[in-house]
């Protein structure tokens, strides 16, 4: 089968031939339709994501497919079943194989390209806003990163919770998306240039209860000196490239949580929590509350083309390589 690899580590992904991966036991093998790329995929590639495969490695978080194949004394559903999952690894490539409790049955009416990048963003903004942050209608939101992958996923879950939603973006158009997302108030990061003005123009606005950043730096800390007291802060990730510096004496004074959310994580520790927040979200796309904003999506040779679009931030909303043109 066709695949990337890895050759190394902070090297580009390189189309090889290798062998069809076989599902063992609680396994299947899933033909790919398309996968999503997502930021953590660039840590990977340098060996500086959450977990660290050792190189030759096939990249790739999520995807979406039919199940082709089901291992040895595996319950899981038959051959042909349209399902998303998260692999972890392994995604692009025309085959995968996953662990059967990671699939998630689709509806009919889903397509594969919308699929593919659905559980990673919606999930880990779901899962944080509710679970984590437990975030309540008439509260204020605000969501750095808002037209991205992840950021816009929060901006549209906000909203549908009936919170007050402040999205941070960088220019007019990114602006614009997340406004139709549903954000009342949109902040044009470039106007605040390392967080310069940022604490007093969100204290302006009222201040906040909830903070989603994806983006990490000096941003954070204008939030949390927005933050009202009893507020929630969310790290979702450092795509500006600073891991922010907490002075502990801020929340203490001031009564603010601040929790960390690696969503692929709930797969081991609280599969449960995770597979119900699914479920919620699915149901939420199939009555039309939810609509998933997809803007490349790429043939299975263009890969570096969209892993570029990630690293310079090009993108809003999801990039989805789509794998088999056959299926969809």
């Known amino acids: 089968m066709q695949a990337w690899t890895v050759a190394k580590l902070y090297a580009q992904p390189e189309i090889t031939a290798i062998p069809c991966p076989e599902p063992g036991r609680g396994e299947v093998l899933l033909r790919v339709a398309a996968a ?5 995929d660039l840590l990977m590639l340098q060996g500086r994501y959450q977990t660290r495969p050792a190189p030759p490695f096939v990249p790739g978080l999520e995807l979406a497919g039919t199940v082709m194949r ?16 998260y692999a972890g690894l392994g995604a692009f490539a025309e085959y995968a194989v996953v662990p059967v409790d990671r699939l998630l049955p689709l509806p009919a009416a889903m397509p594969f390209s919308i699929a593919a990048g659905f559980q990673i963003a919606y999930g880990t903004s779901h899962l944080g806003l509710t679970h984590l942050a437990r975030l309540q209608a008439n509260e204020t939101l605000f969501v750095t990163g808002a037209a991205g992958g992840v950021g816009l996923t929060a901006v549209e879950i906000g909203r549908l919770l009936g919170a007050r939603v402040i999205a941070s973006v960088r220019g007019p158009e990114k602006a614009e998306i997340a406004r139709k997302a549903g954000a009342e108030t949109v902040i044009d990061s470039e106007a605040h240039p390392g967080g310069e003005g940022l604490k007093d123009a969100l204290r ?3 201040g906040l209860d909830v903070t989603y950043d994806t983006v990490g730096g000096p941003g954070f800390d204008a939030a949390l ?6 507020g929630r802060m969310l790290a979702i990730g450092f795509a500006g490239g600073e891991v922010p510096q907490v002075p502990l004496n801020q929340l203490l004074v001031r009564n603010v949580t601040i929790a960390g ?3 692929g994580a709930y797969a081991d520790f609280a599969p449960v929590v995770m597979t119900d927040s699914l479920a919620q979200l699915i149901r939420w796309w199939e009555d039309g509350r939810l609509a998933p904003h997809v803007s490349h999506i790429l043939p299975f040779d ?3 083309e969209g892993l570029a679009l990630l690293r310079d931030r090009a993108a809003t909303g999801k990039i989805v390589l789509r794998v088999d043109h056959q299926q969809e």
């Open 36 to 40: 999503g790329l997502n930021f953590a």
């Open 70 to 85: 089901v291992g040895p004394e595996t319950m899981a559903p038959p051959a042909g079943t349209r399902v998303a999952a």
């Open 204 to 206: 302006a606005l009222g």
């Open 225 to 230: 000196r927005a933050t009202r007291p009893g």
């Open 261 to 263: 959310l690696w969503w």
């Open 302 to 304: 263009r890969l570096p």
